[in-house]
């Protein structure tokens, strides 16, 4: 009896032992929630890496939650309405809008000046001051600039075209006079013209009279390369025919006598030829 007591307690023995061991590795085969994936931890190494990719799990699934709740915060406070806007707020907006009370004094003045300097030089321009203010803004000062030194430059060069005419000694004093009569040009350049008016017309009338006689020597020379030179003795072995004819074409007179004829042909080409 004693042995068969002992060989049955053996026998629970291995069974109990296969039966725990059945049930442990049920319970480390499964390795995550609905996963159905079976692993197996063998040691403790194994069960420090499964709880590490366990953890990382976590902190993504934690990090993707917070992005799509951000995401969803963004959206919402995007489609908020706006709201009624304050008058302080409202008086900012307006402001960035306008132009400064210094920045329209400093367009007005601009257009001042530009309106002045058509009226001296130019008053047929004066109209188009506006479309050019409206065409240049932002750029007044580059437009004034540029419409003065045209101008002014105008008189200048007329100021020195005189000087150089009557009085040459002066075109040195041009850029100091100019500088004295700053925004008076116009009534610089009178002045100057009234006072050397006798002299610029009597160099006028010179001019004039150089230019005529430039003129006629050009128109000489034109004539008499027209019709070569014919010796005085030739004129007189002239029949009365061709004499005439050379007459003719010269816009001679063809009356009088042979002899009158023939002087009168002379007498052309000594003044001609």
Known sequence: EMAKKRNKGRGGGRGGGRGSGKSSRG???RSGRGSGERRFANSAEDIEKF???EKEKEQLRIARKKAEDGEE?????????LGAISEEKEE???EEFEEPEDREAEIAEYREKITDLYKKYNPSKVSDVERLMTKHKGNEERLYNAIK???VGQVKKDIEEIYKKVNPEKLKDVPKLLKKFEGNEMKLLDAIKKRYASALAEKKEEEDKKKQAKEAKKQKEKKSGDFPY???LMIRRMKPHVLKQALKERGISLQGTRKALMDRLVEWQEENC
């Open 149 to 151: 030194s045209k101008y």
């Open 92 to 94: 900012e907006v307006i």
């Open 73 to 81: 915060e963004e959206v919402e406070e995007k489609s908020k309405p």
């Open 27 to 29: 319970r480390g085969k």
């Open 51 to 53: 709880n590490r990719e």
């Open 230 to 232: 014919i010796k005085p």
